[in-house]
């Protein structure tokens, strides 16, 4: 099962894009879907996750201007992220944690213009 991040693109600072992660087959068992994000020359670093209980945890860097959400029933899981910002350019990924390992996914670029 493959997982693709789509909803990328190049906007100004101030606006606001949403992110899709979708797998190609269906995954059982899952407990965490989280995105992460990269910056050129940078680590990989968490940014939100949601468990299977819709439980919800955000970096603090992105906290109260991006929200995770899920569609279980489509194992589809989003990222709408608001009034951005220079610094959350990046390449985003998802990641699901179901009880038979780790999917990621191939990432999709945000580049935010200051």
């Known amino acids: 099962v493959q997982l693709q991040a789509s909803g990328g693109g190049l906007v100004q600072t101030g606006e606001s894009l949403r992110l899709s992660c979708t797998p190609s087959g269906r995954i059982t068992g899952l407990k965490v879907m989280a995105w992460y994000r990269q910056a050129a020359g940078g680590e990989r670093d968490w940014v939100a996750s949601i468990t299977a209980g819709r439980h919800k945890r955000y970096a603090e860097s992105v906290e109260g201007r991006f929200t995770i959400s899920s569609d279980n029933a489509k194992n589809t899981l989003y990222l709408q992220m608001n009034s951005l910002v220079h610094e959350d350019t990046a390449v985003y990924y998802c990641?699901?944690?179901?009880?038979?390992?780790?999917?990621w996914g191939k990432g999709t670029l945000v580049t935010v213009s200051s």
């Open positions: 990641k699901f944690t179901s009880a038979w390992g780790d999917y």
